[in-house]
């Protein structure tokens, strides 16, 4: 076994969390990849109710686990919708066709999320900074935003 000096562990406390506006979606950067050497990021997303996620999409490089805190989340793929409720997990591998939405009618729901690699969390921020002061952004816009982290609509093949 390798000899190293000693990682140190981090604390992201809630009230250190980013904090992101993603057109209704508020999103939590917990760990941003800086102190995993980039394995991977969390966030934490919180949906308004009647809230949607992205167009539906898939990713080449990267894993994302969905574990939701609060409400209802409904997850839509090719084969159909799977409703995910409080302490349900949703695994997302590279490849998977996935789009997700608030299936708590006016409620909130909440997910805490996970990607591999980390630096995905950099396409939030990208979105982020692009929509500001509530500017919508056009199909080409989030495609274009999307295919720098390696998403893409499910119309693109999925073989690299």
């Known amino acids: 076994m390798p000899t190293r000096g000693p990682v140190p562990v981090n604390l992201c406390t809630s009230t250190q969390a980013e904090t992101l506006k993603v057109g209704p979606l508020t999103i939590k950067v917990l760990e941003d990849g800086t102190n ?4 991977v990021s969390s966030v934490t997303i919180l949906l ?3 809230a949607c996620g992205p167009p539906m999409h898939w990713h080449r490089f990267h ?5 939701v805190t609060k409400g209802t989340i409904v997850f839509s793929t090719p084969e159909g919708e799977q409703e995910a ?3 349900d997990l949703m695994t997302v591998p590279p490849g998977a066709v996935h ?3 608030n299936g708590s009618g006016e409620e909130e729901a909440e997910c805490y999320m996970t990607a591999t690699p980390g630096h995905y969390v950099d ?8 929509t500001e ?3 919508m952004l056009g199909k080409e816009e989030v495609g274009h935003l999307m295919s720098l982290f390696g998403t893409f609509p499910p119309e693109v093949d999925s073989e690299p």
């Not at 995993?36 to 394995?39: E, I, L, M, V, Y």
């Not at 396409?123 to 692009?130: G, I, Q, S």
Request: net charge positive; glycine share 14%; no cysteine.
């Open 36 to 39: 995993t050497q980039d394995r």
């Open 99 to 101: 789009t997700f939405r």
């Open 123 to 130: 396409y939030f921020r990208m979105l982020a900074k692009a």
């Open 133 to 135: 002061e509530g500017k």
């Open 63 to 67: 894993d994302e686990l969905f574990f």
């Open 85 to 87: 409720r409080v302490g």
């Open 48 to 50: 308004p109710g009647g």
